[in-house]
């Protein structure tokens, strides 16, 4: 049961063989790629997910937006964003979009980070590895960040004709946190890194076996 995987789309089920770097591992059934092994991915996944946790808490805290109209000038961070339906009933709406483009995809990462670092050199997996990995794969449809980039585009064109609106350093921070995200889920191969986990795991119980039985 270890050598067999489903498809992740059609659910067609394939014995794991070995697929080199650059290669890929298609499914014949709906064209899904399944396995797409790259060469140092863990080191790359790595550098991004840091990458991506410093840009986002520079478009946290840093202004976002200068806004300036009939003499009033405004300046907004995504943090006054997230505060600014925080008061009254439209408390869950706040807390919505600071999970949503906040503590999700920097939970996400970190988790995603704890996952790979110690196997990036060939150490052992940490404790609990194999269920951050499932956590930080179950929470990616929640992690939204581009969706607020969207949004946030979407209202500069309505408010252009009425304001003049200034871009500052954290929206191109946030601009950044995209691309980098687009550029580490297209590096990331879950089953690669399930395979590693596997290893480690199966190495680490061998180890521990051996040692009880010398005792």
């Known amino acids: 049961m270890e050598r067999l995987r489903a498809c992740p789309h059609c659910d067609a089920l394939y014995q794991i063989a070995p697929v080199a770097p650059r290669e890929r591992a298609?499914?014949?059934?709906?064209?899904a790629v399944l396995i797409a092994p790259r060469a140092?991915?863990?080191s790359r996944i790595i550098a991004l997910a840091v990458t991506a946790l410093i840009l986002m808490a520079a478009a946290i805290f840093m202004p976002f937006l200068d806004?300036?109209?009939?003499?009033?000038?405004?300046?907004?961070?995504?943090?006054?964003?997230?505060?600014?339906?925080?008061?009254g009933m439209m408390l869950p709406l706040s807390v919505a979009v600071g999970a949503l483009i906040v503590v999700i995809p920097a939970l996400r990462l970190s988790l995603i980070v704890y996952t790979l670092a110690p196997m990036m050199r060939g150490g052992p997996a940490l404790p609990r590895a194999g269920q951050a990995f499932r956590l930080a794969d179950a929470?990616?449809?929640?992690?939204m960040a581009e969706i607020f980039l969207i949004g946030v585009a979407v209202a500069l064109v309505k408010v252009a004709?009425?304001?003049?609106?200034?871009?500052?350093?954290a929206f191109w921070a946030f601009c950044g946190l995209v691309v980098v995200t687009v550029l580490h889920d297209d590096v990331m191969d879950a089953e690669s890194v399930w395979?590693?986990?596997?290893r480690r795991e199966s190495a680490r119980r061998t180890a521990a076996d051996a040692a009880a039985s010398r005792a």
């Open 67 to 87: 806004l300036s109209a009939s003499g009033m000038h405004s300046r907004a961070s995504v943090l006054d964003a997230v505060l600014a339906f925080s008061d």
């Open 26 to 31: 298609i499914c014949t059934r709906c064209g």
């Open 195 to 198: 395979q590693a986990i596997e």
């Open 139 to 143: 929470l990616k449809p929640w992690s």
């Open 40 to 42: 140092r991915a863990f």
């Open 161 to 169: 004709g009425i304001a003049t609106v200034t871009p500052g350093p």
